[in-house]
C-alpha cells in the first residue's frame, strides 16, 4: 500500500485541498501525514529541510519528514506539492504530485530552483500532473520520457459536463473568487481594473476571499466579501465568474468550481488551462474582447470534459 505525505491538510479548503481529496478518493493510501498549519510547525520543517538539504531551493524541503521501512511495507511513498519533494533523495518508488511547476514562475534565484526542480523530478518513479500542458514542459524542459508522466486532470472532474447559459444585458452579478494574498490573484485583478473596468462602467465585481490592508485594490466598482465559508452559494448568485489569472502552473480551481455548478466563467488562457475552452470569446487575453462579453449579450456555451 501507498502512503501519502502532504504539505497540507487534505481536508484544506483550498484549490490545493480541492486536488488531494479528490486524489485520496482516486487511489488507495494505507496512511497520510501532512504538516500543521501553525507558524511553529511550518517554521520547524522549514529549519529541518535546511538543515538536512541544504544544497536544494528551500521550496522543495519545507515538510520533509523521515519515513524510513520499519515494521509496515509500503510499495510507493506519494510526495503531495513540491514542498515535500526533497524525500525523494531517501526513498525509492517516490511519487510526486506536482500542483504547480516551478521552472517557470518568478523566483529568487531562480537557477537553483530550475536545478533543484529537475533534480528532484528525475529521481521521481513516477511524476502525476493535472494538465497536459504541465506533462509536456516537464518532458521537454527537464527531458523526462512522457511514459513516466501522468496526467489526471480529466480524471479529478468526470463530472464537469457540458452545458450552455443564456447570457442576459447588463447590469449583472459578476464575481471574481480567489485570495488577494497571493500574486497571481492580485496581477489579474490588475490587470482587469486597468484594461476592463473604464469600458464597464455600470458593472460592480464582487471580490471573494481572503484580503489584507495591503493586497486590497481601491476601486468604486469592486466590493470585497473576504473569506466565505459557504463559496457554493455565492457562486451560485452569479451572473458569470471572471478568472483573468496569467500564471502558467497547474488547473486553476476556481475557474473548475465554476463551471461545475455551471456557472459561466470570461477567463484568460491560462485560466483554461487543462480544461475544454468554452466557444466565442469567452476564453482570451484580448481585453477587448472581454469588454464586448461584459457589455453584450454573448451566451456561454462549454462542451464539458
Not at 517554521?43 to 520499519?70: E, M, N, Q, T, Y
Not at 529521481?123 to 527531458?143: M, T, W
Amino acid at each position: 500500500m501507498a502512503i501519502l505525505i502532504s504539505a497540507f491538510p487534505i481536508e484544506s479548503k483550498s484549490g490545493g485541498g480541492w486536488v488531494s481529496q479528490r486524489i485520496v478518493k482516486l487511489y488507495k493510501f494505507s496512511s497520510i501525514l501532512w504538516r500543521q498549519e501553525s507558524f511553529w510547525a511550518k517554521s520547524l520543517w522549514a529549519f529541518v529541510g535546511i538543515l538536512f538539504f541544504p544544497f536544494l531551493h528551500p521550496i522543495f524541503s519545507r515538510f520533509a519528514p523521515f519515513i524510513f521501512k520499519r515494521n509496515k511495507i509500503y510499495s510507493e511513498l506519494w510526495l503531495n506539492f513540491s514542498q515535500t519533494f526533497a524525500l525523494s533523495l531517501l526513498h525509492r518508488n517516490c511519487v510526486l504530485v506536482c500542483h504547480d511547476l516551478h521552472c517557470h514562475c518568478d523566483h529568487r534565484f531562480v537557477r537553483w530552483v530550475r536545478w533543484s526542480e529537475g533534480l528532484l523530478l528525475r529521481k521521481a518513479k513516477r511524476i502525476i500532473v493535472l494538465s497536459g500542458r504541465d506533462k509536456k514542459i516537464i518532458n521537454r524542459y527537464y527531458g523526462i520520457p512522457p511514459d513516466k508522466i501522468e496526467n489526471i486532470g480529466p480524471a479529478l472532474m468526470p463530472e464537469l459536463h457540458a452545458f450552455q447559459k443564456e447570457m442576459f444585458s447588463p447590469p449583472r452579478k459578476v464575481a471574481f473568487l480567489g485570495s488577494m494574498k497571493r500574486l497571481e490573484n492580485r496581477d489579474g485583478l490588475q490587470w482587469f481594473v486597468k484594461y476592463i473596468l473604464p469600458e464597464c462602467p455600470k458593472l460592480e465585481i464582487t471580490i471573494i476571499g481572503e484580503t489584507t490592508p495591503e493586497s486590497v485594490i481601491e476601486h468604486s466598482q469592486l466590493k470585497y466579501l473576504g473569506y466565505i465559508d459557504d463559496i457554493e452559494a455565492i457562486i451560485l448568485e452569479q451572473d458569470l465568474m471572471i478568472a483573468p489569472l496569467f500564471s502558467q502552473a497547474g488547473i486553476k480551481i476556481k475557474v473548475i468550481e465554476s463551471l461545475l455548478l455551471k456557472v459561466p466563467v470570461l477567463g484568460s488562457i491560462n485560466a483554461y488551462s487543462g480544461l475544454p475552452r468554452p466557444k466565442g470569446k469567452w476564453c482570451s487575453n484580448n481585453p477587448e474582447d472581454w469588454i464586448e462579453i461584459l457589455n453584450g449579450e454573448d451566451n456561454f456555451w462549454f462542451d464539458g470534459i
